[in-house]
């Protein structure tokens, strides 16, 4: 056993993206309205996205912990919405980012909310070098599932492919109940989640750039490579101060995931802790 495979993401897209079309052919409304998580029919149960360590915050409050921010984003989506039919382009986002959110849920983090064509995701450190891992791991298996599971399906279907990128970056991350008391959400912000997003919009398709928190985590790490744009300079008033950023060469770790999610087995990055 191997725990979920390539070719499990492979069906949890395949799977969600004909359950929806099915379902868009129908004419009864309250198939039509099916929530992300319960519409793609391989999650193990339905959970709301978000962390669920802070979703008690009332309006106003927040509280503020480290932990790996992870963008994971369709690119050059933009264009697909504007060459290909409406629906069946937001059945196939659909479905792809319900791969994402599996895969982020077995590799141990937390969905924190979708961004257009794009998660956010957050892994909780027990460990912050185990759960730094655990989040590459995880942009790893998923770009790996999209460009040889799910663009060869396209392909079979005649259907435009897809390309996919990813930004991650490491510590303090605020979440901030944001609204009123009759319309709120658990907004996260802080330089990390910031900086990830930076690094996803860097990224080309198939690249995944990490900030230098990040890279801080696992020092010597070989499959690190400065990027070419780093350092990122920031300047205010008479100061300045620079932050590094770096490509992670992803593919050459795939050979180490075998197993990964199976031995995790459900469980959180915040609840494994080094020696």
């Keep these: 056993m191997s725990g979920y495979t390539r070719a499990d993401f492979g069906t949890t897209v395949r799977n969600d993206f004909d359950n929806r079309r099915a379902q868009s052919n129908m004419l009864h409304t309250d198939m039509m309205e099916k929530s992300l998580q319960a519409s793609a029919g391989t999650l193990v149960e339905a959970r709301a996205l978000g962390h669920p360590d802070f979703e008690h915050l009332p309006v106003g409050a927040k509280a503020t912990a480290p932990m790996v921010a992870v963008f994971l984003d369709l690119t050059n989506f933009t264009g697909r919405t504007f060459w290909d039919d409406q629906e069946e382009t937001a059945d196939l986002a659909h479905a792809v980012l319900s791969g994402f959110i599996k895969t982020v849920i077995d590799y141990g983090?937390?969905?924190?909310?979708?961004?257009?064509?794009?998660?956010?995701?957050?892994?909780?450190?027990?460990?912050?070098?185990?759960?730094?891992?655990?989040?590459?791991?995880?942009?790893?298996?998923?770009?790996?599932?999209?460009?040889?599971?799910?663009?060869?399906?396209?392909?079979?279907?005649?259907?435009?492919?897809?390309?996919?990128?990813?930004?991650?970056?490491?510590?303090?991350?605020?979440?901030?109940?944001?609204?009123?008391?009759?319309?709120?959400?658990?907004?996260?912000?802080?330089?990390?989640?910031?900086?990830?997003?930076?690094c996803e919009k860097k990224a080309n398709s198939w690249e995944v750039v990490v900030g230098q928190g990040l890279a801080g985590l696992l020092p010597g790490y070989p499959h690190f490579d400065e990027h070419?744009?780093?350092?990122?300079?920031?300047?205010?008033?008479?100061?300045?101060?620079?932050?590094?950023?770096?490509?992670?060469?992803w593919r050459n770790t795939l050979q180490h995931l075998t197993g990964v999610t199976e031995s995790l087995g459900g469980t959180p990055t915040s609840q494994i802790y080094g020696r």
Excluded at 175 to 186: L, W
Excluded at 228 to 249: H, L, M, T
């Design 109 to 198: 983090g937390h969905p924190l909310g979708l961004r257009g064509d794009g998660l956010f995701a957050g892994f909780s450190p027990g460990d912050p070098a185990f759960a730094a891992t655990m989040a590459l791991s995880a942009c790893a298996f998923a770009l790996d599932g999209v460009q040889n599971e799910v663009n060869p399906w396209l392909d079979q279907r005649e259907m435009a492919r897809v390309q996919a990128r990813a930004g991650l970056d490491y510590g303090p991350v605020t979440f901030v109940r944001t609204g009123n008391h009759d319309s709120s959400e658990i907004n996260p912000i802080g330089f990390a989640a910031n900086f990830a997003a930076k």
């Design 228 to 249: 070419e744009d780093s350092p990122k300079e920031y300047q205010r008033d008479y100061q300045k101060a620079y932050y590094k950023f770096f490509n992670y060469r």
